[in-house]
C-alpha cells in the first residue's frame, strides 16, 4: 500500500508537470516527481529506473537553482554530464534491455527542458511516457504503466489546451 501511495503522489505532481504553464513551477513539480518516482522504483527492485529518476530530480534542482539567463554554456554542459552519468549508471546497473529506456527517456527529458519552453517539455514528456511504459511493462510494474498512460493522456490534452494557433 505504500508503494501505491508514493506512486500516485508521484504521477498527481508529474500531472502538474503538464498542466503547469511556468518553467519554474514545472521544476519544482517535476523534482517532487522525480524523486517520488525514484523512491517508487527502488522499493519495486527497478534499480536503474530509480537511479536514472533520482538523477533526473537532482539535474531538475539544478537547473532550477540557476539563472536562466545568460546560461546557455552552462545548460549545455550540465544536460551533456547528466546524460553521460545516467548512461554510465545504465551500464553498471544494466540488468535486462529494457534498461537502457530509462536513460533514453532522461536524456529526452534534459533536451525538452534545456529549451526552457513549456509546450517543448510536455512534447518531452509524451515520448518518455511511452518509454517509462514500456520500462515498467518489462518489469512487471503494471501500475506504474497504467499511471503512466493516464498521465500520458492528459498531457496530450494539456498539448492541445496550451496548443498555440499559428498564423
Partial sequence: MQNEVILAL???ALAGVAWA???SYMLVLNIIACALCGLYLYMSSAYTGAVVSSIAAAANLVQLLLPVKKTDRRL???NILAMLIASIVSIFLYAK???IVPCIAFSIN???EAQENPQII???LIISALLWSYYGAQHELWLFVMAEIAVLLFILMTVKKYRVKLK
Wanted: charged fraction near 30%; proline fraction near 6%.
Fill in 76 to 78: 549545455m554542459t550540465r
Fill in 10 to 12: 508521484s504521477y498527481m
Fill in 122 to 124: 510536455r512534447y518531452g
Fill in 21 to 23: 504553464n511556468k518553467y
Fill in 97 to 99: 534491455p529494457s534498461d
Fill in 110 to 112: 534534459r533536451f525538452s
